[in-house]
């Protein structure tokens, strides 16, 4: 059974860097073909792909954002990470992230709500 | 970027009915690898997203046969048969074939 998890801080102000970490079971990132995407949804909005690790550390991002995002892994705690530096109140979603095994956000987490305010 | 644009925005279905969501991109989504990496997600009011359709026409793990995908190219299609109520929220399509990755702005399935 594959689950996700999303924590991050829930609130933080204009020019912080955000910190999300996805926490996972059921599959492993140091197995060949298995990858982890995030995606964020401002309320009420669509969907917008952010970035993409892969088994063997492939990171593709999503340039709208400017360089500002980082993903990374740690394989022997089933954990997925993103930071997003300088962020502004456009920042201010649900952020998920999901599963690459058998295709695309096979699996997703339930989602966790960041507010960027002063 | 590859611009996924969704027809209709919203979609008004009666119970037991059947309906078509259309999804084109700006460019082809044929991979170098022969693959079309073009996915369909249904988001029920107040949950994730889930995956309903993978490379085009395969049905996710649990999806009902009520849902099928078909397209090629730049042109792809999601069809709705029998509607249920569990069948309503938003669409999206999402291609995974180009970086950056996109999502189609979402097709919301209402009860008529």
């Known amino acids: 059974q594959v689950t996700l998890k999303e924590s991050g801080p829930g609130i933080l102000q204009p020019s912080q860097t955000l910190s999300l970490t996805c926490t996972f079971s059921g599959f492993s990132l140091s197995t060949y073909g298995m990858g982890v995407g995030w995606i964020r949804q401002p309320s009420g909005k669509g969907l917008e792909w952010l970035a993409n690790i892969w088994w063997d550390d492939d990171k593709y991002y999503n340039p709208s954002l400017k360089n500002r995002l980082t993903i990374s892994k740690d394989t022997s705690n089933n954990q997925a990470f993103l930071k997003i530096t300088n962020v502004d109140t456009a920042d201010t979603a649900t952020y998920y992230c999901?599963?690459?095994?058998?295709?695309?956000?096979?699996?997703w987490g339930q989602g966790v709500m960041v507010t960027v305010s002063s | 970027d590859v611009v996924m644009t969704q027809t209709p925005v919203s979609l008004s279905v009666s119970l037991g009915g059947q309906t078509s969501i259309s999804c084109r991109s700006s460019?082809?989504?044929?991979?170098?690898?022969?693959?079309?990496?073009l996915y369909w997600y249904l988001q029920k009011p107040g949950q994730s997203p889930q995956l309903l359709i993978y490379?085009?026409?395969n049905r996710f793990s649990g999806v009902p046969d009520r849902f099928s995908g078909s397209g090629s190219g730049t042109d792809f299609t999601l069809k709705i048969s029998r509607v249920e109520p569990e069948d309503l929220g938003v669409y999206y399509c999402?291609?995974?074939?180009?970086?950056?990755?996109?999502f189609g702005a979402g097709t919301k399935l209402e009860l008529k």
């Open positions: 999402y291609q995974g074939t180009h970086y950056p990755n996109t």
């Open positions: 490379k085009v026409s």
């Open positions: 460019q082809s989504l044929v991979h170098s690898d022969g693959n079309t990496y």
């Open positions: 999901a599963s690459i095994i058998r295709a695309y956000f096979d699996y």
